[in-house]
């Protein structure tokens, strides 16, 4: 019988879904829960939802929050592992400074807590569970609400001074397009979804022709999805498919700058653009990745993340397994 001391929690905080996960030693996931990121309330209400998803998935585990190893937690922005402090999480609601997530989940779930960043700890899962399996180097590059990378090198994560992987801060183009993060330029300022959103609201207000926010409407979505994103392709939405194809370029050339740096066996795409296009991209993506590298004849391999929405909710519990 399995005992419930070697089951963690895990907890995946994106800038539009709390994900949270109950696994076992083996990775198996017992129970899980999804509730939207609240838009408002700050990092205090965003805590609260947290908690209150993770004792529902552990409710469909049938444990207590309290009997847990500990939970992990993956979170965007710059995340303390250290202390647990969650500090300019912009793609969460007035998240500007600093707040003690760890410390606050610790006292509202009764167990430990540990905070790592979102994608770091889902590139985590994918090479030790997922698509990342067969290597020992690789890079994850996560295309969501913005574009986030991990980093796995001889075996092990490589963090940096705190802030390593940060792949959609790289610049693509000097005095490029505003990024969500301040600066000008940023893979994320092309390929981020909040980003190609805002630029898709611009263009539609000077007149351009899309559907995309008649089809955001009518499917009762509060931001254009991966999913509004692939409905207004399939239905040849030409803005859209200029958005994506703008996207591919800049994940292509950044993705290939990253690589003639570290020269890795893999990139993993996930997220959740990522994982809905990244098989009908894949093409054109390693296309464009091609024109940049500087060993082109021994190009890294190029996988789409198997884990699914889980893997950030599995690689965040690992933070108890290193």
Known sequence: MRGVSELRGGI???????????????????????RPTPTDGGPAGVAEQMAE???????????????LQGVGVGSPGDADEKTGTVSSAKNLPDWEGSFPLGETLAEALGTEVRVGNDVQVATEAEFHLGAGREFQSLIGVFWGTGVGGGLVLDGKPWLGRGAAGEIGHMVVKRG????????????????????ME?????????????????????HEKPRLTSG??????DHGDALAERL???????????VASAVNLIDPEAII?????????GERYMEPLTKEMSKHLFVDERPPAVRVATLGDL?????ASLLFAR
């Open 12 to 34: 995946d905080l994106g800038g539009t879904k709390i994900q949270t996960a109950i696994v076992d030693a083996t990775g198996e996931v017992l129970g899980q829960a999804r």
């Open 53 to 67: 998803a993770l004792r529902e998935a552990a409710t469909m585990a049938g444990v207590e929050p309290s009997e």
């Open 176 to 195: 490029g397009a505003k990024c969500p993060c301040g600066r000008k330029g940023c893979m994320e300022a092309y390929a981020g979804r909040s980003a």
């Open 198 to 218: 805002a630029e898709a609201r611009r263009q539609y207000e000077e007149g351009h022709k899309t559907d995309l926010f008649k089809l955001m409407e009518k």
């Open 228 to 233: 509004i994103w692939e409905r207004a392709i």
């Open 244 to 254: 994506i194809d703008r996207a591919i370029e800049a994940l292509g050339t950044g």
């Open 269 to 277: 795409i996930g997220g959740g653009l990522g994982i809905r296009f």
């Open 311 to 315: 893997g950030g909710a599995i690689g």
